[in-house]
T-cell receptor, first 112, second 116 residues
Framework: SQTIHQWPATLVQPVGSPLSLECTVE??????LYWYRQAAGRGLQLLFY??????ISSEVPQNLSASRPQDRQFILSSKKLLLSDSGFYLC???????????FGPGTRLTVT | GNSVTQMEGPVTLSEEAFLTINCTYT??????LFWYVQYPGEGLQLLLK?????DKGSNKGFEATYRKETTSFHLEKGSVQVSDSAVYFC???????????????FGKGTHLIIQP
């Protein structure tokens, strides 16, 4: 069966520090991968999605970037964090031929 | 693009009460429709889905019917439990742009609180 992992689970970082969040999927190949951010108001904002290795689509201009170095690995990064980057970051995947999206457990990021 | 409207709440009900969470959407074409549930501190879980008009999705006592004429996908449950307390998200598929699946459009979520 397929599983999706995210780490770390929680992170506290100072303003101006770099960020790297990792997401990996097991049990499937060539998934579409997504990064969402959920701010305090509970709504979900799509940040990036990827349909293959090295292919990244950005939804909104921001302080973050994403990379997909391997088929089942999706990384969210920042060179310098802002206070407004705080939130709950969720990774998700969709298998080929499906619209059902499956989410990881999330990373809670607090920028101080 | 798509948009989703759902009550944000919190919606507070007593145990065993009947639940309705309204969801209406605007979308191009004929999207598939989903309800997701998020328990405190966790990621989202797929609750149910419907892929065409008049389809009824159901799971764990929850139901929702794809109403194309009213562009709605209201979530219902006949008798809620304390364990149903969570945030519920309605989500149609985004328009397919030809470059791959573009994910889902999520509503802001409805916070449901069930009191014993």
């Amino acid at each position: 069966s397929q599983t999706i992992h995210q780490w770390p689970a929680t992170l506290v970082q100072p303003v101006g520090s770099p960020l790297s969040l990792e997401c990996t999927v097991e049990g499937t190949s060539n998934p579409n991968l997504y990064w969402y951010r959920q701010a305090a108001g509970r709504g979900l904002q799509l940040l990036f999605y990827s349909v293959g290795i090295g292919q990244i689509s950005s939804e909104v201009p921001q302080n973050l970037s994403a990379s997909r170095p391997q088929d089942r690995q999706f990384i969210l990064s920042s060179k310098k964090l802002l206070l407004s980057d705080s939130g709950f970051y969720l990774c998700a995947w969709i298998g080929s031929g499906s619209y059902e999206q499956y989410f990881g457990p999330g990373t809670r990021l607090t920028v101080t | 693009g798509n948009s989703v409207t759902q009550m944000e709440g919190p919606v507070t009900l007593s145990e065993e009460a009947f639940l309705t969470i309204n969801c209406t959407y605007t979308a191009t074409g004929y999207p598939s429709l989903f309800w997701y549930v998020q328990y405190p501190g966790e990621g989202l879980q797929l609750l149910l889905k419907a892929t065409k008009a008049d389809d009824k999705g159901s799971n764990k006592g929850f139901e929702a019917t794809y109403r194309k004429e009213t562009t709605s996908f209201h979530l219902e449950k006949g008798s809620v439990q304390v364990s149903d307390s969570a945030v519920y998200f309605c989500a149609p598929t985004r328009p397919y742009s030809g470059g791959g699946a573009d994910g889902l459009t999520f509503g802001k979520g409805t916070h449901l609180i069930i009191q014993p």
